[in-house]
């Protein structure tokens, strides 16, 4: 194409590097945008991108129609509800994002005593779970990591037990008090039993009921490993950075946890401040 021809289709002046300018412009946009979507496909954000979208148009629709004044009032409003909308629809991701640039090195660094805990305490999850699969027995066991989990805690009746695979099939057991919802690990005790956990919102396996919804939903927000038995299928799955990974046998099982949460270190030290949540695991198979 000449010169010429350029400046005939796209204006006087256009040059060949504008051009090439252009179209990596449009395809880096493009493709940001595509990821978007596939982030927030299935949830609640598509929702909100669809109306946010309504207002654009109808923002293009009153500057074209030379209302002035409605103009400047959606021009307002969309760029502070974006600001706004972005913070709020994505703040677990802004806030795992954060906790993540803060330095794995600065906030993991495990005690001798915190480490034999979680040894101990993975080996006595593995054992009731495997237990609870052979007798399809539902449970929900929340182990914490790096973010708190006070709020989850609030939601149940909180304890301070040393953790056994016997304690956890008591608590488990159908028709208890305690057997409804999530325990929640700490540091290798049991310190609260059920909690209730919130809910994903994205689309899951049509077999899966609200207690692998719960798993999936914290594990989302938090960086927390919740390790879930079905009751009406009797599998194991472990719920970790918003993945969960179905049908662990007993090895799969003690081999994931051990790697979260004693080899990759994310055991709070005993006098670490609430830390906000971070994730950290590489991404699971669904
Ligand atoms: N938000 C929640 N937080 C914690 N636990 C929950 C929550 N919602 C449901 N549960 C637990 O899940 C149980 C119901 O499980 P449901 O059968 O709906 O799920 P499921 O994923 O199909 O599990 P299963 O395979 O064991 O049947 C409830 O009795 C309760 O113990």
Known sequence: MTTEALDYLLGPGTRWRDLGLAVV???????????????????????VLVGLSVLG????????????????LLGHFLTYSFMFGVIVLFQADIRRGLAHLGGRGILSWLQPGDRAAQVGAVEAVVRASVDFSRRKVGALIVFERLAD????????????????PELLGSIFHNGGPLHDGAVVIQRGRIVAARCLLPLTQREAAPELGT???????????????VVVVSEERGEISLAVDGQLTRRLDEHALRERLLALLVEDGPSRPAAAPRSGPRRKEPRAAI
Request: glycine share 8%.
């Open 211 to 225: 207690r692998h919804r719960a798993a999936l939903g914290l594990a989302e927000e938090v960086d927390a490993a």
């Open 57 to 72: 148009v109808a923002y293009l629709a009153s500057q074209l129609a030379g209302l002035v004044t409605l103009n400047w």
């Open 25 to 47: 412009d449009t395809g880096v946009v493009s493709y940001l945008f595509y990821r978007m979507l596939l982030l927030i496909r299935g949830t609640k954000a598509l929702n």
């Open 149 to 164: 989990l006070y709020d989850v805690m609030d939601t149940g009746v909180r304890l301070d037990s040393a953790l056994t």
